[in-house]
Structure formats: structure tokens, C-alpha cells
């Protein structure tokens, strides 16, 4: 009954979005999708797929589906920061058109410096001319950490030379949805790493809009446009966990679901890379593998096409969705045994186990000393004797 009410505002919603004009005349989804030879089977194949993943019930594909093809009445600023540029590489470099990169493309992209041909005065200007006409109304994404405080002038943007912090925070006002693209966006990244020298910031630190965070380094295509989805279907921000990310895609640990986890459970671990282990595909955890602490859905949804991830590939997880993982998580290639099943921070799902844990390791410790001290005692007694 719930599924069928929902299903029912959800539709309802959509039908009112159709109304929109779209923003690109010349041409639909559709005929996109048809002009580079993916049918609609596997356009319904894909939306089953992202229903899926967004955990909901597999009658919803045909609105997924719907919400797609109307992403074209979407407007999107995507700024770049302090970053490399990877999280824009991550959805946009592939060896053959996916429908999330040509859903992507499709969308009304008003500013992307990657992306754009206007440069200088003339891309200012359409940075101006977008927040302005679509107030209210776009979706704004943020790649790279963000210089603050007195060290924001490390970054400035543009013939006005307006700092990062600035264009942020204007982008920002003004934005109907606010995602942190990648983690240097989300948590602040290698800029932020000790000792900051540019006092880098996650863009949730420069607004007090609430922003998504959509972590990883990169995160992965599957995760930036189910969230561009997620929004059109329901018009609302997905539910969160302790550091704002989508629990649809970070819910789980990279453990969790690692084709690895048997042989984690049977004790059967790489030693070395390239050691007879690694050629069997055993657990990486002791080269260093960070999956244990890290949520994410990599070992779901993979990378380039659903070909493989690193731990696929022979190396582990480096925990790069985490808060501080420049800091907190290396060496990449050494393991860190004491905060086995621990988030980074100790915030997450195991906060009130790991507190636990420690108070029980601390019990224990003092009652060893204890008899340690009894026992010496006892001992130096009977050496007088």
C-alpha cells in the first residue's frame, strides 16, 4: 500500500515536470539514446538497474525511466575548485558512450570550465547569466576543495579574480540542490591534508545550504547521476548518514560486499604482492586494504563500464570515501589492525560497539595488570623463603 502511494506522488510528479519546457529544443533523450545505438531494452535495462541501486522496488523502473528523459528540463552549474579534475574525468571519460555520460551530456551543463568553449570574459558571464535565470531552480555541483578564511585568495577564478570561496558561495545561494562532487569537495581531499597549507575547506564548510556529499577519488559515474535522478524523481535530498552521503550508495562497507570477504573469513590472506595468494585472489587486508573502514559501493557498481575496481585489479581499497583518508588511512600498502571493523573517526555504525570494545580492552588490561602485579608479589614472596 505504502509502494503504491508513493508510486502514485511520484508520478504525479513527474507528469507536472513534463510540463516544463525542455531546455534543449533540438533534440530528446530519446532520439539521443537511439542516434548512438542503445535500444530501449537497454535503456530499461539501465533504468532497472539504477532502480535497483537506489534501493527501490522494481515496479518504479518505468518512473526511473521517465525521470531520465526528463533530465533535459535541468539546469547544471558544476564549479571546479581545488581539484585535478578527475571526478568530471570519472563520468565523462569512457571508451563508448554510457547512457549516464549521454544523460550527462544531455542535461543543460550552463557552466563546466572542462567542458565549456567560452572562456575569460565570456564564461564569466555565463556563470552570471545562469544563477541569475535559473534561481532557484538548478542543480549545483562542486568539484575540489575549497581555500577559506584569510588563505581563500590561493584560489581565484576568472578575469575578475574572484576567489573559489566567493563563486562558491554565490553558486550556492541561489542552487534548488547542492552536491559535493568527490571528496575533495566533500571532506577537503589532498589539499587539505597536513598541513593544509591553503587552509582547504569541503564546500559544506563555506555555505550553510545543505550539501550532499558524494565522495570518492573519483566517485563513480553510477553515483553522481543517481543522485541528478534521485533528485528529478522525488524533488528532495536522499536520506543521509553521519557525513551527508547517500545512503543508497554508501550504506555499506567496501567489505561488505567484496568479492574478497570469503577468503577474509577463512583466514586466507596476500602476504605480499605477487605472492602465491595474490595469484589465487586472496583477501588484500594485509597489504594494506582499507574496505574494513570504508563505505562506499565500489565492489557493486564498479568502474569503466562495470569492468572491474581496484580490488578486482589486485590492489586494496585506499578508504578514499573517508573524512581525512590522506591522513588517516596510509600507508595505502600497510594495514591498520587496530581499527579493524572501525570507521576512520569512530562516528559511524560501530561507534557504540567500538566504544565497547575499548572499554572491555581496558577492563582486561587492568585486570591483567592486576594479576600480573599479584602475581609478582606472590612470586618475590617465595623467593625470600
Known amino acids: 500500500m505504502e509502494h503504491a502511494k508513493l508510486y502514485e506522488r511520484l508520478a504525479e510528479r513527474l507528469s507536472n515536470l513534463e510540463k516544463f519546457p525542455r531546455i534543449k529544443e533540438d533534440k530528446s533523450i530519446a532520439a539521443l539514446m537511439e542516434e548512438h545505438g542503445i535500444s530501449r531494452r537497454d535503456f530499461m535495462k539501465w533504468a532497472a538497474g539504477v532502480t535497483a541501486m537506489l534501493s527501490l522496488p522494481s515496479e518504479f523502473t518505468p518512473l526511473m525511466a521517465q525521470a531520465a528523459e526528463l533530465t533535459d528540463r535541468l539546469p547544471v552549474i558544476w564549479l571546479h575548485m581545488a581539484e585535478c579534475t578527475g571526478c568530471s574525468e570519472s563520468l565523462l571519460r ?28 565570456q564564461a564569466e558571464h555565463n556563470l552570471e547569466s545562469a544563477i541569475e535565470k535559473y534561481k532557484g531552480k538548478y542543480i549545483l555541483m562542486v568539484e575540489g576543495g575549497i581555500p577559506a578564511g584569510s588563505s581563500e585568495f590561493f584560489l581565484t577564478v576568472g578575469p575578475h579574480g574572484q576567489t573559489g570561496q566567493k563563486s562558491a558561495q554565490k553558486a550556492a545561494d541561489s542552487a534548488a540542490a547542492i552536491f559535493a562532487i568527490g571528496s575533495c569537495s566533500s571532506f577537503g581531499g589532498i589539499q587539505a591534508a597536513h598541513p593544509n597549507p591553503t587552509n582547504a575547506q569541503p564546500l559544506s564548510k563555506v555555505t550553510n545550504k545543505p550539501v550532499i556529499n558524494v565522495p570518492g577519488c573519483p566517485p563513480s559515474e553510477k553515483n553522481i547521476v543517481g543522485n541528478v535522478l534521485h533528485y528529478i524523481l522525488f524533488g528532495t535530498l536522499p536520506a543521509l548518514d553521519a557525513y551527508n552521503r547517500p545512503k543508497w550508495a554508501y550504506g555499506f562497507r567496501i567489505h561488505d560486499l567484496c568479492e574478497r570477504r570469503g577468503h577474509f573469513d577463512a583466514g586466507e590472506f596476500v602476504q605480499e604482492f605477487g605472492d602465491a595468494g595474490a595469484k589465487k585472489g586472496f583477501c588484500l587486508y594485509k597489504v594494506g586494504c582499507k574496505g574494513p573502514y570504508t ?34 588511512m596510509g600507508p595505502f600498502e600497510e594495514p591498520l589492525g587496530d581499527r579493524l571493523y572501525k570507521t576512520v573517526y569512530g562516528d559511524g555504525a560501530d561507534k557504540t560497539a567500538d566504544k565497547v570494545g575499548v572499554a572491555l580492552l581496558t577492563a582486561t588490561a587492568v585486570g591483567i595488570a592486576a594479576h600480573a602485579a599479584i602475581a609478582a608479589v606472590k612470586g618475590s614472596g617465595k623467593t625470600e623463603e
Do not use: K
Not at 95 to 105: E, K, Q, V, Y
Not at 111 to 121: F, I
Open 94 to 121: 569512457t571508451d563508448a558512450p554510457t547512457i549516464d555520460s549521454l544523460i550527462f551530456d544531455h542535461i543543460s551543463l550552463e557552466y563546466h570550465e572542462t567542458l565549456m568553449v567560452a572562456c575569460g570574459w
Open 295 to 328: 563505505f562506499n559501493n565500489c565492489s557493486r557498481e564498479r568502474f569503466n563500464q562495470h569492468t572491474s575496481w581496484p580490488v578486482q585489479a589486485g590492489h586494496g581499497c585506499i578508504g578514499c570515501s573517508e573524512p581525512g583518508f590522506w591522513d588517516n
